[in-house]
């Protein structure tokens, strides 16, 4: 069930369990899903733009940029 929508991006609630689905945004554009806490979709719900923080440490911790 999504319970929070913002230009693209949403937060999901399944299974007891929070997602975050958006879009890069890049030239060739891919959807992502990934897990967070809770903490992190309440901060979303509350600063739309701590999604793209959220976006890119999963992307860096997806690349082994950062562990």
């Known amino acids: ?3 929070f929508e913002n230009g693209g991006d949403q937060i999901i609630l399944r299974d007891e369990k929070y997602y975050f ?3 890069d945004g890049a030239h ?3 959807y992502w899903e990934f897990e967070i ?3 992190d979709a309440e ?6 733009s701590y999604s793209t923080t ?3 440490d999963y992307q860096n911790k ?6």
């Open 43 to 48: 901060r979303v719900m509350r600063d739309a």
């Open 28 to 30: 060739l554009s891919q």
């Open 37 to 39: 806490t809770k903490e």
């Open 62 to 67: 997806l690349w082994g940029l950062v562990k």
């Open 1 to 3: 069930m999504v319970i």
């Open 21 to 23: 689905r958006g879009e």
């Open 54 to 56: 959220l976006f890119l």
